[in-house]
């Protein structure tokens, strides 16, 4: 019994230290480039020296946020990594995100293991503002230990350090989910409005909010599909 | 950031064009202009028979930019060229513009800030372009560079792809190409016979060791980094090379022993035994350049090394192999698996940075998913569209569906017939379908990628 509780206050200790850093300096962060996910992030935006934890099921729009992110740190000049373990993104996506001061790399590991070990080599290295881990599905767990270790780095480097893929260790958690596939509202663009999707963002307990992803089904040409069973949607 | 000492190159070509076929040996003459111009700066780029490019950077108190230019032509007539055009710019597509309408003088000058201004009136010709491309322009009335400044870039980008957006950029001075100083000197190469011959790796690495020692010293004495280093072993079987390229030039010592370390390492077998036993090592810089510098700025932001991102990108690629480290880029195809390229690329100095566009907060595209493999599918249509799909992850019902767009192509080779359907399943997944024709008139279905 004893033993036991030793390992819960061993664990919460854990966390404290990775949820607060070591140092007291004011946390700097970086604006999303979505203001609407801005207004409900802690700070005003993603925390440098943070380990933040980016969720949802597939479709529902993490990447979308993740790449509007990090193309506003290039903008600013900032050198970003992205090492993808789903060697599944599509290079035209982010040709975006090249040009200008900094550089932009992609880091396409062989498996989750290698991931992490990327990641801590880029963030050891203390060259980016801002690297992003995307293990394959099914995502592993980020061990409490590793966790640490690239809170401590991401620290050191006073980068934004983002995993999509579940952590043990999380200073900031993100959790996305689709919303329902609508058109835009009075866009002033004519007739064929393209359609969006909202995505809604909680973050941690705080509560939700709803930042417009471009959904690639244009829904109003394409209605109704009919049903065997259920008749017309 | 804002960059204290802006990129300045000069442009330097001879007049009448060098013809190198007329020389002994093909290149001379090139390469004694591109010797010549290092009177002007020492990082001089060579670009074809009788064209260069110099760094331009650094004149400011020695006379400004006309000195420089002057200081060229004269470098150049000494070395019994006669008379060189000299243009000055901000990139290099405006700076040989310039040289190319440089008038009787032969120096032309664009003040920075300028580019768009100077190229607008200019013939296309001037611009690095397939005469194809060229040929399409004037048809289309696009003459001047002005005319394809002006027009809408999504417009160029529609019709003619990456061709079209380089266009564009070209034509209002923007160029993104690497600017890749000459080298004059004598590569440093350093060799070290074994005797006796050894037959493992570790002795080797020992060897390797004092020959980075003394390949760096001789590189810090020329001022040089080393791009590519080419490591010969040679035994009684003949040579086998490996090489190491860093991901940026450096002359650092530790970096360039982990890289040889690791293309040593992919050539022994297992326990880290030879394949022949190696008699005579030589450690060669196959490609130096002048060290990378770049004025950072104290006070706007965290100061992040270049060269430290260089080392940990240089292990990663190591590590990870061909494909490991890369930069997206988009090849002109219309099969989406081709379009998509994820390129090695190495870095180096940039003459020009262009800047990123504003993402649009008010619309934020899903990023495309491609399987590396598409997956087969089974579908049910309505009214010609999917409505309903089995394959690997299970049975879904759609809720909407998007298409068909039909792509098609590659008749002479590789002959494909897709129509592609964005669909929404019932659980929210946006899916990319297409069914592809066989010559036969039968189909298929695939799963070709989702969005996120």
Redesign the interface.
């Known amino acids: 019994m004893a033993r036991v509780s030793a390992l819960e206050t061993l664990e919460r200790e854990i966390e404290r230290i990775g949820i607060q850093p070591a140092s007291t300096h004011t946390v700097s962060v970086v604006p999303t480039g979505l203001r609407v996910l801005d207004d409900l992030l802690p700070d005003g935006g993603l925390p440098r020296g943070r380990v933040v934890e980016w969720s949802g099921p597939p479709s529902s729009g993490k990447t979308a946020v993740l790449r509007a992110s990090l193309e506003r740190l290039r903008r600013d000049g900032e050198s970003v990594a992205l090492i993808d373990g789903t060697r599944a993104l599509y290079a035209p996506d982010w040709v975006r995100l090249v040009p200008g001061e900094g550089e932009f790399w992609v880091v396409r590991p062989g498996s989750a293991l290698e991931a992490t070990w990327c990641a801590d080599l880029l963030l050891r290295s203390g060259a980016f503002g801002a690297v992003a881990l995307r293990i394959a599905e099914p995502a592993t767990t980020l061990g409490r230990g590793v966790s640490v270790r690239l809170q401590r780095l991401a620290e050191e480097a006073a980068a934004v350090f983002v995993t999509m893929g579940p952590v043990a260790i999380a200073s900031l958690r993100l959790g996305f989910r689709p919303g329902r596939i609508q058109p835009l509202r009075d866009t002033g663009f004519g007739p064929f409005l393209p359609p969006f999707r909202p995505v809604w963002v909680r973050v941690g307990k705080r509560g939700a909010t709803e930042v417009p992803v471009l959904c690639p089904v244009p829904i109003q040409r394409c209605l109704p599909i009919t049903r065997d069973r259920k008749g017309p949607l | 950031?804002s960059?204290l000492r802006p990129a300045r190159i000069a442009s330097v070509r001879t007049d009448p064009a060098v013809d190198d076929a007329a020389e002994d040996a093909t290149g001379n003459a090139t390469h004694r202009l591109a010797v010549a111009l290092l009177a002007g700066s020492p990082r001089v780029a060579v670009v074809g028979p009788g064209w260069s490019r110099v760094d331009a950077r650094g004149w400011d108190r020695r006379g400004g930019e006309v000195a420089l230019a002057h200081t060229l032509q004269q470098a150049a007539q000494e070395a019994d060229f006669g008379h060189v055009r000299v243009g000055v710019a901000d990139t290099a597509v405006v700076a040989d513009a310039a040289a190319a309408v440089a008038g009787e003088s032969g120096i032309r000058i664009v003040e920075p800030g300028g580019a768009r201004e100077f190229l607008a009136p200019l013939p296309l010709s001037l611009l690095p372009l397939s005469d194809e491309l060229i040929e399409t322009f004037r048809v289309l009335g696009l003459r001047q560079m002005g005319d394809i400044a002006a027009r809408d870039v999504s417009e160029l980008e529609a019709r003619f792809g990456p061709d079209g957006v380089r266009a564009h950029q070209l034509s209002q001075g923007i160029d993104?190409r690497v600017f890749r100083a000459f080298d004059a000197g004598e590569a440093p190469e350093t060799a070290l016979e074994l005797d006796p011959p050894v037959d493992t790796l570790e002795p080797l690495l020992f060897v390797l060791r004092h020959l980075l020692a003394r390949t760096c010293e001789e590189l810090a004495d020329q001022g040089l980094c080393a791009a590519r280093l080419e490591l010969d072993l040679r035994g009684q079987n003949g040579t086998e090379t490996g090489v190491a390229v860093p991901a940026r030039p450096t002359r650092q010592e530790r970096l360039l022993y982990d890289l040889c370390r690791a293309a040593l390492e992919r050539t022994t077998g297992p326990g880290g035994r030879l394949t022949t036993p190696v008699e005579e090592v030589v450690l060669r810089v196959a490609r130096s350049a002048a060290p990378d510098a770049r004025q950072e700025d104290l006070f706007t932001?965290?100061w992040?090394?270049?060269m430290?991102?260089a080392?940990?990108?240089s292990?990663?690629g190591v590590?990870?192999g061909s494909?490991?480290?890369?930069?997206?880029?988009?090849r002109a195809d219309h099969r989406?698996e081709s379009?998509?390229?994820?390129e090695p690329v190495e870095?180096g100095y940039g003459s020009c940075?262009?800047?990123?566009?504003?993402?649009d907060?008010?619309?934020?595209?899903?990023?495309?998913?491609?399987?590396?493999e598409p997956q087969p599918l089974r579908v049910r249509t309505?009214?010609g569209?999917p409505?309903?799909m089995w394959g690997d992850a299970g049975h879904h019902?759609?809720?909407?569906?998007?298409g068909p767009e039909r792509l098609s192509g590659d008749w002479w080779k590789d002959p494909y017939h897709r129509e592609y359907f964005?669909?929404?399943t019932e659980?929210?997944?946006?899916?990319?379908l297409f069914r592809e024709y066989r010559p036969s008139g039968t189909f298929r279905w695939w799963l070709h990628?989702?969005?996120?």
């Open positions: 950031m960059r993104a932001r965290r992040r090394d270049p430290a991102a080392s940990a990108l292990r990663l590590r990870l494909g490991g480290v890369v930069r997206p880029t988009v989406p379009r998509s390229v994820w870095i940075m262009a800047e990123p566009e504003a993402p907060e008010a619309q934020t595209p899903g990023v495309l998913h491609l399987l590396s309505a009214e569209r409505a309903e019902e759609l809720v909407a569906a998007e964005r669909v929404c659980a929210g997944d946006l899916l990319w990628g989702w969005w996120d």
